[in-house]
């Protein structure tokens, strides 16, 4: 084209084209900085997560470390307790029921006693409640639970189980007291009890044992009469074991049952406590006397002539001592009066130091309703108790009085609910034989282990139990033989 026709370019419009491609350049080179700055913040998290994920995952590690190193002092804590316990009871269960005499014939004779027993234990341990539980559980073992057992080994070499049918007739044939005796004997040589001083410097807590009997619902003896069992207990853990026969009470069979408990474990300078029904002139001879022991009992209608003379006592100058519970939607306070017995009292009752007048004030909160509406309601009810100890002042203060009468209730709390609620004795539906009596005694064995090894929640332990091969050995004390 020739020159003449091309249009000029100004001067002005060649600096605005120039300026715009300078402003392109610089926005690009600020998006590319900003790009950069991007990618290096996206850098920079990345290797701050990074970094977050590896102390994380240190700690973790740390932290599992700890609960391993935790888990392995623990085990090895439980490992102690159990040789230390086994030592003291001289072995391990199955030893105990070897002292257990077997019903059975030589001839025909596949399984152990102890072994058979031993399972039904550990059945138990495993939460096995009723009888058809512990028989399936039985059949279904492992060879490792089987071998710590003490199986009998089948011609395959391997464990073989006892049928359902030989656990039930054996738990039928074996002498309920001689299993109860063994087990009470080996709970006693395990448990360890702080002496009594001599001479007493001042009032102070003794070793305590309390006596009470209990109904075993369900279980009919053959003359068609219920299964009642007296039992004594401290700290949760039955030492002491009896059936009451028909046609008596527990009156009569205390006083054995404590001289058999005194030969295997030395009850002088204990507390013995019982319910009203244990208030006898008899009992409190034995106890003061024969056994060298202190009784701390409670004055009912059964002693009418004590009662009264108690209750006309003038209590103005007693020393005093007060307690407070709130809890389950009830308040109750205890005030607690205690002086030295006079001499009318202590013609009454023999060994008699000291007498107590507790007053109990409940006030219990529940709510109503008519269908419609719901009324909260509160009741007070006022409960005066009398108490007759052989424990002087100088051995026992108004303190350790409401100590012993509040502890005496742990056989109630401790044994029965927890064989009547955990353990659902009240459930169980085996009636005859001698099975109920054995069926509890191995509940008390299970109970008495349990504490005995340190643990106090007797469910959560049998829960952890039934997936802790480790724990549930070392409740039995057995080392398995894998």
């Known amino acids: 084209m020739p020159d003449q026709f091309r249009m000029p370019v100004l001067p002005d419009a060649a600096e605005s084209a120039v300026a715009e491609a300078e402003e392109i350049v610089r926005l690009a080179a600020v998006r590319e900085e900003a790009r950069a700055r991007r990618t290096a913040r996206k850098a920079e998290a990345a290797r701050r997560r990074q970094e977050e994920r590896g102390r994380n995952a240190a700690g973790q590690r740390a932290a599992a470390e700890r609960l391993r190193a935790e888990a392995d002092m623990a085990r090895a804590a439980l490992a102690e307790r159990a040789a230390e316990l086994r030592a003291a009871a001289g072995g391990s269960v199955p030893d105990c029921f070897a002292a257990v005499p077997d019903p059975r014939g030589r001839r025909g004779r596949r399984h152990s006693l102890p072994s058979v027993l031993t399972l039904v234990l550990m059945a138990v341990l495993h939460g096995r409640t009723t009888l058809a539980g512990i028989t399936a559980w039985i059949a279904h073992a ?36 001689a299993l109860a005796d063994a087990v009470a004997c080996y709970l006693a040589a395990a448990q360890a009890a702080e002496p009594p001083a001599y001479p007493l410097a001042g009032p102070a807590l003794q070793p ?54 005194n030969q295997r474990l030395p009850l002088a300078g204990w507390v013995l406590t019982g319910d009203a029904l244990h208030t006898q002139r008899g009992f409190a001879t034995l106890t003061c006397e024969d056994l060298g022991a202190h009784y701390v009992l409670t004055v009912k209608g059964n002693q009418a002539g004590l ?11 007693a020393r005093r001592h ?28 023999p060994h008699a130091a000291q007498v107590a007048r507790v007053i109990r ?14 009324t909260r309601v509160t009741q007070t009810s006022t409960e ?13 203060g108004p303190e350790h009085i409401a100590a012993y009468i509040r502890g005496h209730w742990g056989v109630e709390n401790e044994v029965h ?42 469910a959560a332990t049998i829960r952890d139990a039934e997936y802790d091969n480790d724990l549930l050995y070392a409740l039995l004390r057995i080392t398995p033989d894998l």
Not at 307 to 317: K, P, Q
Not at 323 to 348: F, Q, S, W
Not at 384 to 396: C, G, H, N, P, Q
Request: net charge positive; hydrophobic share 40%; charged share 25%.
């Open 361 to 374: 004030t409940r006030t219990v909160t529940s709510w109503k309703s008519n269908g419609k509406k719901r």
């Open 384 to 396: 005066t108790v009398y108490l007759i100890t052989s424990l002087t002042a100088r051995e026992a």
């Open 307 to 317: 009662y009264s003379a108690l209750a006309g006592l003038c209590w103005a100058g």
């Open 208 to 261: 305590h044992l309390a006596c009470d009997g209990k109904e075993v619902r369900g279980a009919v003896r053959p003359d068609g009469t219920s299964l009642f069992l007296l039992s004594a207990a401290s700290g949760g853990i039955v030492l002491a074991d009896r059936e009451i026969p028909a046609k008596t009470n527990e009156i009569p069979e205390i006083g054995p049952m404590l001289l058999e408990l």
């Open 142 to 177: 492992g060879q490792g639970l089987l071998a710590a057992a003490g199986a009998r080994t089948g011609a395959d070499g391997r464990r073989q189980a006892p049928c359902g049918k030989t656990v039930t007739r054996l738990l039928g044939l074996v002498g309920a007291q």
């Open 417 to 458: 609910y927890v064989r009547d609620v955990t353990l659902r004795e009240d459930a169980s539906k085996v009636r005859a034989g001698s099975r109920p009596r054995a069926l509890a005694t191995l509940r008390n064995l299970t109970t008495g282990l349990i504490r005995q090894s340190g643990h106090d929640g007797i």
């Open 322 to 349: 007060a307690t407070a519970d709130k809890g389950h939607g009830r308040r109750e306070t205890r005030a607690h009066l205690v002086m030295d017995a006079p001499e009318e009292i202590k013609a009454l009752f």
